[in-house]
């Protein structure tokens, strides 16, 4: 079982022989938000759980390219 967080971060490796299977199960919760610190970057999915794409948001970003809060607003 691979834990949220910082310490969950895994990697899932065959070094034998053989093809192995792997089977990943998730509690992914809508929306989710990941941390990927190896590349620095912040995932947010949104409206995944739909059966039309509408409605579906999908957002990658680093931290230094994050906008100021009212950026855009009137």
Known sequence: ?????PDGAHEVRNDGDEPSRVLLLSTMSDPEVCVYPDSGKIGVVGG????DERGRVRLLN???ANLDYYEGER
């Open 48 to 51: 995944w759980s739909r059966s």
């Open 1 to 5: 079982m691979f834990r949220r967080g």
């Open 62 to 64: 680093r931290t230094e």
